[in-house]
């Protein structure tokens, strides 16, 4: 069955960098996108990324422009997202979630949670 | 950037009534919409694609409906378990999402 696998907690001080990984399994790990959405606590969710199938292309949002970089290891079926310039407003869940080029997601990874915190 | 605009943000109704949910996009997007379901600490799951399509496995009770700029959410009877936070999702162009709609038992 499809699996997304992510990495445990974190916590990180502001102007640190933190990297999450989502280990896939089930399915044919170059056939599909990953994105990166996050959640703060009580609030709503925020796209901020993707990968493509062949690992080649990657697009983010507007809003991390320059601090977010999503790659991808296929020995492994491993995506990772790094933040940088971590500050308090990064604080949040972080889900990966696989979708097919029509872009809806079908899987999601359980989370994991940043807390940036002095 | 498509900006989604979802409506109501808090919905509160008893068992076996039926609701909607609105969601409205700032440009026409056809029907590249989807719908989610979340609950207290865990992932979002896909109820609905391409603004009517029902992914497998969810209850018929869930439909969508809806094209261009304002799409639905319906369940047709709530019960115990459709308590939640759903969200709408654009994915015409890149991904955006709505701002939820908290459904609270009355």
């Known amino acids: 069955q499809v699996q997304l696998v992510q990495s445990g907690a974190e916590v990180k001080k502001p102007g640190a960098s933190v990297k999450v990984s989502c280990k896939a399994s089930g399915y044919s790990f170059t056939s599909y996108y990953m994105h990166w959405v996050r959640q703060a606590s009580g609030q709503g969710l925020e796209w901020m990324g993707i990968i493509n199938p062949g690992g080649v292309s990657t697009t983010h949002a507007q809003k991390f422009q320059g601090r977010v970089t999503v790659t991808r290891d296929t020995s492994t079926t491993t995506v990772y997202m790094e933040l940088s310039s971590l500050r308090s407003e990064d604080t949040a869940v972080y889900y990966c979630a696989r979708s097919t080029a029509s872009g809806y997601y079908d899987y999601w990874g359980q989370g994991t949670l940043v807390t940036v915190s002095s | 950037d498509i900006q989604m605009t979802q409506s109501p943000s808090t919905l509160s109704a008893s068992v076996g009534d039926r609701v909607s949910i609105t969601c409205r996009a700032s440009q026409s997007m056809s029907t590249w919409l989807a719908w989610y379901q979340q609950k207290p600490g865990k992932a979002p799951k ?39 936070t759903y969200y709408c999702q654009q994915y015409n162009s890149y991904s955006t999402f709505g701002q939820g709609t908290k459904l609270e038992i009355k």
């Not at chain 2, 009770?61 to 019960?79: D, H, W």
């Open chain 2, 46 to 84: 896909l109820l609905i694609y391409k603004a009517s399509s029902l992914e497998s496995g969810v209850p018929s009770r869930f439909s969508g409906s809806g094209s261009g700029t304002e799409f639905t959410l319906t369940i047709s009877s709530l019960q115990p378990d459709d308590f939640a």
